[in-house]
């Protein structure tokens, strides 16, 4: 007998993933764990005819021979298997697209970096030209959608969205999909968020709006995580985090949330013992008090978050300037000689304003070439820190439609940024 299995507490990557391996090994038993992501609990209550799936205790594992482990690598990820452990001469397939090294030691399979793993599994069904049946095909695409922010996240790769393309030829339904992707919101979820948002308080930490909530919950909610995301939509922050306590147990859950480039909640999460990406986190505290956990959290981004790239790595230097009585035939000269697209007009050592190619539009008669550059240059001048993040510098651009930002430091004109610096960085290009 052969089974397919996965973590616990399966999402639609891990159960998708299980789905498929049944399919790529035909009479292989897709076996879950009991906790399910409620979203997986949702949608198999209504295509548990669809799916047949069978728990740890209805199969006979002393028959087993062969045991597939999807999008885990570790056997205390996985529900009940533990018999298996020292069975010899068992056949232990692993599909994953996590690359850490599990407990498990597998004879195959394949481990990747992709964006999920029923990519790897969809992309075998595809070399097989195995068939699909619609719903099969929505359950699948589910799977990979789910761990890829519909193909949105970093981690996403080709592999991913060629299996997605394919699986929409086999005519996965994008309507039952969003319909069960939507994250599960109950009645108790909508309680904790309007609770929160009666004393939500939006406060600047390091040129981030962040937002954190305490709030005291009795015992375990599942899923708080969807909260606290709409939380932070709603409140339009940067960032939001917020400090469950469960004062009878002494403990503090926090969840954390980042809408903003520039501001990693994984690594104050990592900081505080728990986990996660730049984009979402969360942490479990004993024994603190909310209070203290604010002030750990406003600490570990007012010290940690300074940027990994800065500004000042990007700005181009020393910066060619003109006076503001220089005459725009010279300054037409200099941005050709150099080869760029706009100077600072310096007076005693400040910035009185920009001159840019496109300010050349107003110049209509030859004659006006003799003027100086103060009649044409914009004298409302954005300027930057050398310490702010590219992202930063991207957001004072496109706000001000300026294509270039003077990099200043203690009042001295250090360097300059322009949107295709920020661009190449952006597109990965900088140069190491
Ligand atoms: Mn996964």
């Not at 198999?44 to 799916?51: A, D, G, N, V, Y």
């Not at 501001?263 to 999460?269: K, Q």
């Not at 200043?408 to 900088?430: E, H, K, P």
Request: glycine content about 8%.
């Amino acid at each position: 007998m052969q089974i397919a299995t996965t973590h616990k507490n399966a999402d639609f990557d891990a159960f998708a993933s299980v789905i498929a391996a049944t399919l790529l090994f035909p009479g292989a038993l897709a076996v879950l764990p009991k906790t399910l992501n409620p979203n997986v609990k949702a949608f198999l209550s209504i295509h548990k005819e669809l799916f047949p799936t069978h728990t740890p205790a209805e199969v006979d594992l002393g028959a087993v021979s062969r045991l597939i482990v999807v999008d885990a690598g570790s056997w205390s990820r996985l529900d009940r298997m533990e018999a298996l452990k020292e069975r010899k001469g068992l056949e232990i397939l692993v599909w994953d697209h996590h690359l850490e090294k599990g407990s498990i030691a597998a004879a195959g399979g394949c481990r990747e970096a992709v964006g999920a793993t029923t990519t790897l599994l969809v992309r075998e069904l595809k070399r097989k030209r195995r068939q699909l049946t619609p719903m099969q095909a929505t359950l699948l695409l589910a799977g990979i959608y789910e761990d890829t922010g519909n193909l949105t996240f970093p981690a996403t790769t080709a592999a991913d969205a060629h299996a997605a393309g394919w699986l929409l030829e086999r005519r996965a339904d994008l309507n039952i999909l969003n319909t069960f992707l939507k994250p599960a919101y109950s009645e108790k979820h909508k309680a904790i968020l309007f609770r929160m948002l009666q004393h939500a308080r939006r406060t600047k930490v390091k040129g981030h709006r962040i937002s954190i909530n305490k709030l005291a919950v009795d015992g375990h909610i599942d899923n708080l995580a969807v909260v606290v995301r709409m939380y932070t939509e709603i409140l339009n922050v940067d960032a939001a985090f917020g400090v469950f306590s469960d004062p009878a147990k002494g403990r503090c859950m926090v969840i954390g949330r980042s809408l903003s480039e520039a501001l990693d909640v994984g690594a104050v999460m990592r900081s505080m013992g728990g986990g996660g990406h730049p984009r979402a986190g969360a942490a479990q505290i004993k024994g603190a008090h909310p209070d203290a956990v604010e002030q750990w959290i406003l600490e570990l981004i007012q010290g940690n978050q300074q940027a990994s790239v800065q500004v000042s790595d990007l700005m181009s230097f020393p910066v060619s300037s003109v006076g503001p009585a220089a005459r725009m035939a010279e300054v037409a000269m200099l941005l050709r000689q150099k080869g760029i697209t706009g100077l600072p007009v310096i007076d005693e050592g400040r910035i009185v304003g920009m001159i840019s190619r496109r300010d050349f539009r107003r110049v209509r008669k030859e004659s006006q070439l003799d003027s100086p550059v103060k009649a044409y240059m914009s004298a409302e001048v954005r300027t930057i820190e050398p310490g702010k993040s590219p992202m930063q510098a991207a957001q004072i651009m496109v706000k001000h439609d300026v294509g270039r930002l003077p990099v200043v430091d203690n009042g001295q004109l250090i360097g300059i940024v322009t949107r295709s610096d920020v661009m190449r960085y952006f597109y990965d290009l900088l140069p190491d």
